[in-house]
């Protein structure tokens, strides 16, 4: 059986005497929308069951955590809009709302444990734990933090975009996804900087100016 996420890297950092938040973010990959971070900081005696990396949850259990986190966690949220992806390159922007998640934690962290391999800019000390949402319980509370206040976002965009399946494809790049875009063009909520959408927009580009990763989910 897979290891479960724990609350040993916390402790490592001196939790519970210290107030540790984890930080996750959701939406890297797609071709619409923001990208969304999470920071939590819980108590361990009294987390919901469960808590795992949000991909590995189906939505009703992620939405179904996230209710309980809300009660028994300090949770905010952080958000990089497509304006600011576009600007600063996906990467910038992730770090970018992921700083804003701890920033408006209600007290500040004294130590923030990062999904990934790259630190925001922070006011409090940090490590970055790759894979860390499947291996660290906040950085877990987060993950689904960020996934299901991502995923409410992109259906209100669905609503108020109808033809893009962004209710189900919450803006990943799908084959409905690209066909929709042949048909109905871009919206005001596609990354132009991302290669299917700067290509359709403006094909005379040169190839090898991809301000895009090509695998931006891995970064």
Known sequence: MAAKPDYRFEIEHGAPGLRICGVDEAGRGPLAGPVVAA???????SC?????DSKKLDEARREALFAELSQCAEISIGIATVEEIDSLNILQA???????????????????LVD?????????????????????????????A?????DRMMDDLARAHP??????NRGYGTAAH???????????HHRRSFAPIRNMLSPGIPEGLDLVAPNPLTL
């Open 163 to 168: 033809g893009y399946g962004w209710e189900k």
């Open 116 to 144: 990934g391999n790259r630190l925001p800019a922070l006011a409090c000390p940090a490590r970055a734990i790759v894979g860390g949402d499947a291996r660290v319980l906040s950085i877990a509370a987060a993950s689904i």
């Open 39 to 45: 920071a939590a900081i819980i108590d361990a005696a």
């Open 48 to 52: 919901p069951e469960g808590l795992n």
């Open 178 to 188: 690209l066909d929709a875009l042949k048909r109905l063009g871009a919206t005001a």
């Open 94 to 112: 992730t770090m970018l709302a992921m700083r804003r998640a701890v920033e408006t934690l209600q007290r500040a962290p004294q130590f923030a």
């Open 146 to 150: 960020a996934k299901v206040t991502r």
